[in-house]
C-alpha cells in the first residue's frame, strides 16, 4: 500500500483549486515569487513547447529568465541529464516540465536544485507515478490529461512560498486563495466533483503505485513493438521516454495518411502527432487501458504486412 504523507507535511503544504489552466500558472508563478523584477532571477530548463511557453511568459513579467538547459538543438527528444544544467545558486526558482506531451519526454530523474526551490509542470503526469511532493516547491497541473476534466488546475505549494508578493489581484494571489480554501469566488465545482471522483477511482485501483504499474507495463509493450520493427522508428533517446506520450514516424512517411486512417477505421482515434515532431502519438493516459494499447500494437503489425 502508498503510504500516505503525514499530517506535518500536509501543514506545510497548500493545495489549490483554480482556474485559467496551466497556461495561467506560467504567469502566475512568477507574478507570486518574484518580487523584484530588477534584481530576481530564474532557471528554466528546456524540453519542449510548453516550457517554451513559460519562458516566454515569465519573460513579460521580468527581465532575467534564464534557460539552465535546452534540447531544442535536437528537437526536445531528450531531457538534459542534471550534469547538463548550469543552475545559478541564487534564483528564485527552476522551472521543470516532468513530461512533455507534445515530444514525448519525460524526466527519468528528479533535478536537484539545492536550497532553490523546483517548480514543476506536471500537467501530462501526474498521478500517473508516485512523486515525493516534499522535495517540490510548486507542483502543478491543468486536470484534463490524468485528474479528470478541464476547466481546474491543481497548484500544491509549499505554504512558505504564499504571501511572497503584496498587492496583486486577489484571483491571482496563491495567498488570497489559499487562505479562502480556493473559493474565493465561484469555484469550478462540477470539474473539483470529477476530480475527486478520479482520486477515488485510483485509489480503489490501488493508488498511484498500481497507476505506475500499469503505466509502465502499456509504454515498454508499445516501445517493444516500435523497436523490434524498422518499419517504425521513435523519435525520443530511449532515457527520456515519456510513459504517457508516446510519438512515432514511419520508415516510409508517406503512408502516414493510410496508417492513421486505418486506425481510425480500426476505431483507433487522436492519434495524430503534433506538426512539430509528425508521424504519430499515442497518448496512453491513465485512463487509457492495456486493451487499448494492444489494440494499437495489433493494427501495427498488420499495417506492417500489408504495407512493409
Ligand atoms: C496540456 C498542457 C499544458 C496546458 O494546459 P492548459 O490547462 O490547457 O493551460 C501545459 N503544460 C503541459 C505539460 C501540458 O501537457
Request: charged share 20%; net charge positive.
Amino acid at each position: 500500500m502508498p503510504t500516505l504523507p503525514t499530517k506535518s507535511s500536509w501543514t506545510r503544504i497548500a493545495v489549490l483549486f483554480l482556474q485559467g489552466g496551466a497556461s495561467l500558472q506560467f504567469s502566475m508563478i512568477p507574478m507570486n515569487l518574484i518580487t523584484d523584477p530588477a534584481s530576481q532571477t530564474a532557471d528554466y530548463i528546456m524540453t519542449g513547447s510548453w516550457a517554451e511557453k513559460a519562458y516566454a511568459e515569465a519573460k513579460k513579467l521580468f527581465a532575467d529568465v534564464r534557460m539552465a538547459a535546452s534540447s531544442k538543438g535536437v528537437n526536445y527528444s531528450r531531457i538534459p541529464a542534471q550534469e547538463e544544467l548550469t543552475l545559478n545558486p541564487g534564483a528564485t526558482y527552476v522551472h521543470m516540465t516532468s513530461n512533455n506531451t507534445i515530444f514525448g519526454t519525460e524526466y527519468p530523474y528528479r533535478p536537484e536544485t539545492g536550497s532553490v526551490p523546483l517548480v514543476c509542470d506536471a500537467s501530462s503526469n501526474i498521478l500517473s507515478r508516485p512523486v515525493d511532493v516534499s522535495k517540490y516547491g510548486i507542483i502543478y497541473a491543468g486536470a484534463q490529461k490524468n485528474l479528470g476534466p478541464s476547466g481546474v488546475t491543481v497548484v500544491i505549494i509549499r505554504k512558505d512560498l504564499l504571501g511572497r508578493k503584496a498587492n496583486l489581484p486577489s484571483m491571482l494571489d496563491f495567498q488570497a486563495l489559499a487562505k479562502e480554501g480556493s473559493m474565493l469566488n465561484t469555484p469550478p465545482t462540477y470539474a473539483i466533483y470529477i476530480l475527486g471522483l478520479v482520486l477515488e477511482w485510483v485509489k480503489e485501483q490501488g493508488g498511484v503505485t498500481e497507476m505506475e504499474r500499469r503505466n509502465v507495463s502499456k509504454a515498454n509493450k508499445l516501445y517493444a513493438a516500435i523497436d523490434e520493427s524498422s518499419f517504425y522508428l521513435c523519435p525520443t533517446e530511449p532515457r527520456s521516454r515519456s510513459r504517457m506520450n508516446v510519438p512515432f514516424t514511419l520508415a516510409k512517411p508517406e503512408l502516414t495518411d493510410a496508417f492513421l486512417a486505418g486506425a481510425k477505421s480500426a476505431g483507433l482515434v487522436t492519434l495524430k502527432g503534433h506538426r512539430s515532431v509528425g508521424g504519430m502519438r499515442a497518448s496512453i493516459y491513465n485512463a487509457m487501458p492495456e486493451e487499448g494499447v494492444e489494440a494499437l500494437i495489433a493494427f501495427m503489425k498488420t499495417f506492417e504486412r500489408s504495407n512493409g
